[in-house]
């Protein structure tokens, strides 16, 4: 048998400190490399539905710098194997071996790592400190219901309540991930769809590193209509339109404006920006509109291969989503 200590927990309800032991023969091990909040749940809603014991461990405080945001998760289960990051990766082997302890204990529990932890052979290298829940997961219903709105492009929500050591499922809120009184919410948009349009080499190449990326991706390199368009445009959606031809692009264009993305964006020197907002005004459309189009697209706008595009204009939409979220 081996022993560990337990950390403090940071809510009252659940395990404080003390010694425990788990059985010999179950190691942690990567399952799955993933940091997508609806991966690692589906992890744990498949292993619960296996009839495999699965705890879902949330980060649920900041202290200082860290790795990763309030609501990141790690999914793992009794026999080892789990997927996620609640840090960098320089935590999560031990995150697991506490998980384990509390599945072979049936109580959820509290782990605090870093600054304020009493492990002081943990450390993160960011300097901060962060406190995690670790729930034994009874009900897969909730989760279901989360996994459910993602897949149909919905905001939802989960609640934790420490207490009676479950969790809820709340539909789309505008509460933000974090705590309110003694429950622990944790909110999941859908996620990014990048609408790559174009009949080139940056179109191609592009798609290529969103794909490797882990984005969604919607290639469009058909003639469409401006409201057959923007049926497939979403607020969690950014648009990218790597066209060499404004007459090709302008349908789209058309769409984007009339839609909701988070980003529209316009592949072409300053030059043809002014020649494409031109025609926009020609069919009514006014400077606020425009104003929308990040054209030069990408952050830089010097680019000449399609390499150096599509990378510019991958990191121009990531900080752009981040700024939503």
Not at 94 to 100: F, I, P, R, S, T
Not at 217 to 225: A, C, G, H, R, T
Not at 282 to 303: L, M, N, S
Request: glycine content about 8%; hydrophobic content about 40%; charged content about 20%.
């Amino acid at each position: 048998m081996r022993s560990f200590k337990v950390a403090v927990p940071v809510r009252e309800g659940v395990e404080m400190a003390s010694e425990r032991v788990v059985p010999e023969g179950v190691e942690p091990v990567v399952a799955i490399a993933t940091d997508k909040p609806a991966n690692i749940l589906r992890y744990a809603y498949d292993s619960l539905l296996a009839g495999i014991p699965v705890a879902l461990v949330t980060l649920v405080d900041i202290h200082g710098g860290t790795a990763r945001s309030l609501g990141a998760h790690m999914a793992v289960r009794a026999d080892g194997r789990y997927c996620g990051f609640v840090s960098g990766g320089c935590t999560e082997n031990a995150v697991a071996a506490e998980a384990l302890e509390a599945l072979s204990l049936g109580r959820d529990r509290f782990l605090k790592l870093g600054e304020g932890s009493p492990f002081f052979d943990i450390v993160l290298p960011c300097g901060g400190g962060i406190n995690l829940s670790i729930h034994i997961l009874r009900d897969a219903d909730p989760v279901r219901q989360v996994l459910f709105h993602l897949a149909s492009r919905r905001p939802a929500t989960l609640r934790y309540l420490p207490g009676s050591q479950t969790i809820e499922f709340e539909g789309p809120t505008e509460s933000e991930t974090g705590w309110q009184d003694d429950v622990f919410l944790t909110s999941y948009q859908p996620p990014t769809r990048l609408i790559l349009c174009g009949r080139s080499i940056e179109l191609t190449t592009t798609v290529q590193v969103a794909q490797a990326a882990g984005y969604e991706v919607l290639q469009i390199d058909q003639p469409m209509n401006s409201i057959d368009f923007a049926s497939r445009i979403d607020e969690y959606s950014a648009v990218a339109l790597l066209f060499h031809d404004l007459d090709r692009e302008l349908p789209l264009l058309q769409g984007a404006l009339t839609s909701k993305p988070f980003y529209i964006g316009a592949l072409g020197s300053r030059r043809t920006h002014e020649k494409r907002s031109a025609a926009l005004r020609r069919i009514g459309f006014g400077e606020t509109d425009i104003a929308k189009i990040k054209a030069p697209i990408g952050v830089f706008d010097k680019a000449r291969d399609a390499s150096s595009i599509a990378l510019s204009v991958l990191a121009d939409i990531a900080a752009a989503r981040l700024r939503t979220q």
